[in-house]
């Protein structure tokens, strides 16, 4: 069994980590229900659980059906692309998608990477985009996978591919790098640090990364879930839509300001912040990253 990289100690900042301080975007929200861990074999059954990169896939093969996941994006505001309404404008500004229509490299097309594609939100919402976009999106779940690809068919600028970003030789650089609907959520501390590194490298000249973590969900507030404090600055996440169903999903949820400092240590620097609440009780976080030399002078307006 591949253990997390955690000791047994830090069932004892997680509990010291509980409701301290004024919230920023290193810390928990104040008003976010922490399920309580009440004993040691609870805390060490999280601690031994497995995070990291292909671990949920059981959960989504046989758990997340097409109703489930519609559900989820009700609940988190996302079923009507009101977050890509958010956020392609900003990109637009950044990289410049509507002022030139062939980058200067001589692409006849921009390129855009997407990981973790789940049912095809965000290809579904760029099929009338007025401008020309080679995708490429990576989906682990067959089940997902192949139905992306039956979708997609006759749009040959659109490519699916079935496994992992991560573990995945990619030759071809991207003007914009898609992480959304907490797909960072699903890979362990050091995966996320290397996400950060491969995006980088991965970027076109202006290029950029968007990333989106989910602070504040009604689901992360259910009695399905467990959290536990990272003393680093982040908390580990247990999802089991039942007490005793057998489908279980992991996570680490990094707070914005780690996740900023650790991008900054990929050699990535964050141009753009927003905390963007589509309903009441319902808070993400959109974050941009480029390379320090090729930040762009103008404000970004959001």
């Known amino acids: 069994m591949r253990l997390m990289p955690l000791t047994l100690s830090l069932c004892l900042f997680a509990f010291a980590a509980y409701g301290a301080g004024r919230w920023n975007d ?3 929200r104040p008003g976010l ?7 040691n074999i609870q805390c060490l059954r999280q601690i031994l659980a497995p995070v990291g990169d292909g671990v949920n896939l059981d959960f989504y093969e046989d758990y997340v059906t097409w ?3 519609r559900k989820r994006a009700e609940d988190s505001g996302l079923a009507d692309y009101q977050d890509l309404k958010v956020i392609v404008p900003l990109v637009e500004q950044i990289i410049g998608w509507k002022e030139r229509p062939v980058w200067p490299s001589g692409l006849t097309s921009y390129r855009a990477y997407e990981v973790g594609a789940g049912f095809g939100r ?4 760029f099929r009338t985009y007025p401008v020309r976009i080679d995708w490429t999106a990576w989906e682990q779940t067959p089940l997902y996978a192949n139905m992306l690809t039956s979708k997609f068919m006759n749009l040959p600028a659109i490519h699916i591919e079935t496994g992992s970003f991560l573990r995945t030789r990619i030759q071809k650089k991207a003007h914009v790098i ?3 609907w907490g797909t960072l959520v699903e890979f362990s501390p050091a995966e996320q640090a290397r996400l950060l590194a491969k995006a980088r490298r991965l970027l076109l000249k202006g290029g950029v990364l968007v ?3 989910p602070v504040d969900m009604p689901v992360m507030r259910s009695e399905h879930v467990t959290s536990v404090e990272n ?3 982040g908390r580990y996440l247990q999802y089991r839509p039942e007490p005793e169903s057998p ?3 992991q996570g680490y949820l990094p707070y914005p300001g780690t996740f900023r400092a650790v991008a900054e240590s990929q050699g990535l620097r964050e141009v753009a912040f927003v905390r963007w609440q589509a309903l009441e009780n319902s808070e993400r976080v959109f974050q941009f990253f480029m390379r320090p030399d090729e930040v762009p002078a103008r404000p970004i307006k959001y």
Do not use: K, N, R
């Open 26 to 28: 290193s810390s928990p």
């Open 33 to 39: 229900s922490m399920q309580p861990i009440t004993t």
């Open 67 to 69: 109703s489930i996941f």
């Open 122 to 125: 965000v290809l579904d919402y």
């Open 178 to 180: 898609f992480m959304l």
């Open 211 to 213: 990333t989106d973590l």
């Open 231 to 233: 003393a680093t600055g």
């Open 247 to 249: 489908h279980v999903w």
